[in-house]
């Protein structure tokens, strides 16, 4: 895997999938908005694969980063200007810059304490954009951004073809990026520190600032996510917060897969898809489902729930441990 | 990075320990794990540090790489103070240690792990692009170590599914990958079936002279016939040293091991 | 000035019921229980259908929500948690939570989610004056008060002068050895978790009135647990009491002086705090390594 040289079927089915995917909004306006969501939330299973598949890091508040993304693009928008491409970087930018400051309080401490402060940060934020609401709209939400075109050329439609391409464009572009990064020097040593950090610091690997940045990393990929969802939604609220958005990205990784580049999108989708097909049918419940699914993949272990068939995917999702 | 560190050139017909301890002390609480232990390793040395079972050997080793912080005392590496180091540091300046228990990348082969720790040691560490496998002098030295370390034959399989003998030899491989000028060998041979156990006897005694060797084992035939000096560890504190026939004549040293049954000296 | 620190005292009082069997749980076999909520929510709205449903005086209907309560635990604890114990933490987490989201939706479809009064006994309600309205003590909250100190006092008594103490003390620090003492870690894991459940429920049944009580609760307090046992360590009784104490009278203060950021406070000093001491306030590996 590290020391693969011959790609092309990877790279042949993964284009194929985009293909597909950027024919869709186009194929299927309807749809279009539901695209754009997907690759958002794509990206930020995405993002948190960095994070716990590649760092080993179980976070239960990584809607924190997603979250200030969010409101980070969605405010300048709204008050400083409408280009969207800026508005990314900013949301980009804040939350890389919170999620460096908070890797110091991932680098110690143990599972439960980082399970703990990470889902402590997400509230916190929650409160923040709650009680600020002359800011941030509180409880209503932040309405009123007008995206202005992207490139200065495409308006960003109502049925959402332009804003789902957009997202699509940024996942895949985010996509190639960690792909480049966690097969490099650097991506192997990331993979040696979340296998075994005391072997890994042994060897010679700074493991604090590996750990620091596969964090700020995953930071700054969850702030795209939640830029995009703002840009391409047109709102914020403050379920961007909640403990079930960090639930629910933590259940798409798992149904991908962690620790391999693809498994948060291939989750993502599925859990998508999933959810529009159950939410048809009893929409009230869905939570209670997504529970049991949860419960299901802790008792019986990912591979038996979601892979029965044949474990054809390589780097084994047992790894994260 | 190779060492930073030139070694101070006293101007003695001795040549300066490599590696140094100075009135190391370790408290855990109330006990006392490490107690004023100066120790000092010649360059190119095959030493090794013995004790009954609870002496604080694998303590002392900690406390040398800086896993565990001291208490007081100061640890000197080519005569520079390194008793603030953090472990990685360490490494980078010529200090490795092994694991009594194989310390492995669970996920990876024997071939990515040594290639990414010699990707890291060559100072590719940081780099965010490219692909160890075009690094062709990385894969060159790793395939080499593979080869040495007679573990060619199960390059691709997962650590994880290694042979438990193949474990310690790729857990010695893994220090080596690192360059070490002081090598620390936490009982190197502990646990492993007799069938597999002449396989690491040879590669230690393989191993590249120039390299100075600390050796903490139980094991008292692997003790007398690699080391040419002997400390002997006991609660802590520094109870005899010398070449291993003094040692094995001390009366002291017979009463600790007979004491605890576990002596079988030549 | 001073009924601050009284409620501030109570709400700390309640927070260590509810999460003191969570502490010796990950204590004991290191499993991380987020559900643990879920039993104290179990607990409130068993005390609301005893006394309003069934008409059970309100000091029976939290001593039958504490023994139902256990009850479930130590079924859930067989069927379900045993398996885990051996598992990894993000297996652990993904489970527990799951085991939340289910609760709550399961509440939300049994009884909806409107928030569910206790109606307590006349001689429970009102409050005392003192000093000019200096400090006043709502009689509740004193009750409270009341029968957590003697449930404080209670566990510490079992850990240090019985026999069960001993051995889940030795369990707590290593199991491993415990076993091969001849200890039944298993048992003792299984009753432990069966009381701590039912203390979740007792605290559950307790804090309906002061915390509030909807289908949410296992979320919204989910935090407030977690760091109960991460500031409070998991090797005494003291440490989380602790922990809650401060948490309680922080959380009070907090809310009372600056009404405007609310949890904030709160959340930002116990983040700060874990950053200085990752390994909590009390325990003993000192201020990590």
């Known amino acids: 895997m590290l020391l693969a040289t011959d790609r092309w079927r990877e790279r042949l089915i993964v284009g194929f999938l985009f293909a597909v995917a950027f024919g869709l909004p186009w194929l299927m306006p309807s749809r279009a908005l539901f695209v754009a969501e997907t690759a958002s939330v794509a990206l930020f299973a995405l993002s948190l694969d960095l994070v716990l598949g590649y760092a080993g890091i179980v976070s239960l508040g990584h809607a924190a980063f997603f979250g200030v993304g969010a409101y980070a693009a969605g405010l300048f928008a709204k008050l400083v200007m409408p280009d969207p491409l800026t508005g990314l970087a900013v949301g980009i930018a804040v939350a890389a810059l919170m999620g460096l400051a908070c890797s110091l309080t991932i680098l110690r401490g143990s599972d439960l304490t980082r399970i703990m402060v990470t889902l402590a940060l997400s509230l916190l934020l929650y409160e923040l954009a709650n009680r600020f609401d002359a800011i941030t709209g509180g409880a209503d939400g932040l309405q009123g951004m007008a995206m202005g075109p992207l490139l200065g050329r495409f308006e960003f439609d109502l049925q959402g073809q332009v804003p789902a391409t957009y997202a699509l464009a940024v996942l895949f572009l985010a996509l190639l990026l960690v792909q480049w990064v966690v097969r490099s020097p650097l991506g192997a040593t990331l993979l040696a520190v979340r296998d075994n950090p005391l072997r890994a610091a042994a060897v010679g690997i700074p493991v604090a600032s590996r750990l620091a940045f596969a964090y700020a990393f995953g930071a700054a990929l969850a702030g795209a996510a939640g830029a995009l969802v703002a840009q391409t939604s047109g709102f914020v609220s403050l379920e961007v917060f909640s403990i079930e958005r960090s639930a629910d990205v933590l259940l798409m990784l798992v149904i991908g897969g962690a620790g391999w580049v693809y498994g948060g999108v291939l989750g993502a989708v599925a859990f998508k898809v999933l959810n529009e097909l159950v939410a048809g049918i009893t929409p009230q419940y869905w939570t209670f489902w997504m529970g049991l699914f949860l419960l299901a993949i802790g008792l019986l272990g990912r591979e038996r729930v979601l892979r029965p068939w044949a474990l054809w995917q390589r780097p084994s999702t047992k790894a994260v441990r | 990075m190779g060492s930073l560190a030139a070694p101070f050139d006293k101007g003695s017909a001795v040549s300066a320990p490599v590696l140094r301890t100075e009135r190391l002390e370790k408290r855990f609480g109330g006990i006392v794990a490490t107690d004023s232990v100066s120790l000092s390793i010649a360059p190119g040395a095959r030493h090794a540090l013995i004790g009954p079972n609870g002496a604080g050997k694998t303590t002392l080793v900690n406390l040398l790489t800086g896993v565990l912080p001291v208490s007081a005392g100061a640890v000197y590496l080519d005569e520079v103070d390194i008793t603030r180091l953090p472990v990685h540091r360490r490494v980078a300046r010529g200090m490795v240690r092994t694991f009594q228990i194989s310390q492995l990348f669970r996920s990876l082969s024997p071939r990515e792990t040594l290639a990414l720790i010699v990707g890291q040691q060559r100072g590719l560490g940081r780099r965010w692009w490219g692909s160890l496998a075009r690094e062709a002098s990385v894969i060159e030295r790793a395939d080499q170590l593979l080869e040495q370390f007679r573990l060619a034959s199960v390059r691709d399989v997962r650590t994880d599914q290694l042979a438990y003998g193949k474990r310690r030899l790729l857990e010695i491989a893994i220090a080596l990958a690192c360059e070490p000028r002081v090598l620390l060998l936490d009982e190197p041979v502990a646990g492993v079936p007799a069938g597999e156990r002449e396989e690491i006897l040879q590669t230690l005694a393989a191993l590249p002279a120039q390299v100075s060797i600390l050796l903490i084992e139980h094991d008292m035939e692997l003790v007398f016939g690699f080391s040419r000096f002997i400390t002997v560890l006991v609660n802590g504190s520094v109870l005899a040293e010398g070449e291993p026939a003094a040692i094995a004549a001390d009366p002291r040293v017979k009463a600790v091991y007979l004491g605890s049954g576990a002596g079988h000296t030549p | ?289």
Request: proline share 3%; net charge positive; hydrophobic share 55%.
């Open chain 3, 1 to 289: 000035m001073p009924t601050l620190v009284f409620d501030g005292i109570a709400y700390g009082m309640l927070l260590f019921i509810l999460a003191v069997g969570l502490s010796v749980t990950l204590g004991l076999m290191n499993f991380i229980n987020l559900a643990h909520g879920a039993f104290a929510m179990l607990g409130g709205y068993l005390t609301v259908a005893f006394t309003q449903r069934l008409g059970v005086p309100f000091v029976p209907a939290i001593l039958l929500a504490f023994l139902a309560t256990g009850l479930v635990g130590a079924v859930l604890e067989r069927l379900l948690y045993r398996p885990m114990y051996q598992r990894s933490h993000l297996d652990q987490v993904l489970f527990s939570i799951g085991l939340v989201f289910m609760s709550v939706a399961a509440t939300d479809w049994l009884v909806g989610s409107q928030q569910q009064n206790i109606h307590l006994p006349g001689w429970l309600q009102g409050r005392s004056e003192f000093g000019e309205g200096a400090l006043g003590m709502g009689h509740y909250r004193l009750f409270i008060i009341a029968v957590c100190a003697l449930l404080v006092l209670g566990l510490q008594a079992i850990l240090s002068r019985t026999r069960f103490g001993a051995r889940l003390r030795a369990s707590v620090d290593d199991a491993r050895v415990a076993a091969g003492l001849g200890i039944d870690v298993n048992r003792v894991f299984s009753l432990t978790f069966a009381v701590g459940s039912g203390l979740a429920g007792l605290g559950g049944a307790l804090g309906a009135e002061v915390l509030g009580l909807d289908p949410s609760f296992p979320l919204k307090f989910l935090v407030y647990f977690l760091i109960v046992v991460a500031v409070g360590g998991t090797s005494s009784v003291t440490g989380p009491l602790l922990a809650a104490l401060l948490l309680g009278l922080a959380d009070v203060g907090g809310k009372y002086f600056i009404p405007k950021l609310g949890a904030f406070i709160v959340y930002a000093l116990i983040i700060a705090l874990l950053l200085w001491r990752p390994n909590g306030l009390f325990s003993r590996g000192g201020s990590g390594r």
